[in-house]
């Protein structure tokens, strides 16, 4: 059964910097798209980066391009999410989720996605 487990979360200062980790289950991650999803309060979710696991290819939002990355682990099954240069406005709820497709589209089609982990709660200071 596919599982996301999430951690990494919590208070951090602005200017610093966080590492958010996904770990999967019951998936193969050649078959899946792994994409970072943040929900702020009252916006709405938007896309902040994606892993294509079929050729390791990553992208990133706007919102953190130049300031993230977005390694993986295929032994761990797991994938991270690096945001440096943190700003208040990265406060959110962040979300790791799969589906089996690609990055394309609005937000790295987070309408698709199939599976979500919890959501882990992200505070910058300013």
């Known amino acids: 059964e596919v599982q996301l487990v999430e951690s990494g979360g919590g208070l951090v200062q602005a200017g610093g910097s966080l590492r958010l980790s996904c770990a999967a289950s019951g998936l193969v991650f050649d078959d899946y798209a792994i994409g970072w999803f943040r929900q702020a309060p009252g916006k709405e979710r938007e896309g902040v980066s994606c892993?294509?696991?079929?050729?390791?290819?990553?992208y990133f939002a706007d919102s953190v391009k130049g300031r993230a990355t977005m390694p993986s682990d295929n032994v761990k099954n797991t994938v991270y999410l690096l945001i440096h240069s943190l700003k208040s406005e990265d406060t959110a709820v962040y979300y790791c989720a799969a589906t089996v497709g690609s990055c394309s589209g609005s937000n790295f089609g987070l309408d698709g996605y199939v599976y979500w982990g919890q959501g882990t709660q992200v505070t910058v200071s300013s």
């Open positions: 892993f294509s696991g079929g050729d390791g290819s990553t």
